[in-house]
């Protein structure tokens, strides 16, 4: 098993910056690819929408078309952890932000990840 703990979420003003932590504990070498999904309120589990992922081993990463350019996926190995660093955010970023792990190449869907964490809720103000 693996376990998934997320921080730093909070309320940022429109324009601003947050960065994401997602640190991985348990089975940690079973592990291929991170992956981040956020839930909008009002949506239900299964409209989760794809953030980002990043290839645990590589470095690869894939965007979402709505955040390229404004955030960055990376990964610390030695610290089991993947961070999401988010600027120029607007208000339709607002929402629950999940990390996930899986056993399996980098995807975008959420039916492929196994493990994911609690989630940290991610609010900006216009």
């Known amino acids: 098993q693996v376990q998934l703990v997320e921080s730093g979420g909070g309320l940022v003003q429109a324009g601003g910056s947050l960065q994401l932590s997602c640190a991985a504990s348990?089975?940690?070498?079973?592990?291929?690819?991170m992956g981040w999904f956020r839930q909008a309120l009002g949506k239900e589990r299964e409209e989760r929408e794809f953030v980002a992922a990043i290839n645990w081993s590589g470095g690869r990463s894939l965007y979402a078309d709505s955040v390229k350019g404004r955030f960055t996926t990376s990964r610390d190995n030695a610290k089991n952890a993947v961070f999401l660093q988010m600027n120029s955010l607007k208000p339709e970023d607002t929402a629950i932000y999940y990390c996930?792990?899986?056993?399996?190449?980098?995807?975008?869907?959420?039916?492929?990840?196994?493990?994911w964490g609690q989630g940290t809720q991610v609010t900006v103000s216009s």
């Open positions: 348990g089975r940690t070498s079973a592990i291929d690819a």
């Open positions: 996930a792990a899986q056993e399996g190449p980098i995807a975008t869907q959420q039916y492929e990840y196994h493990y």
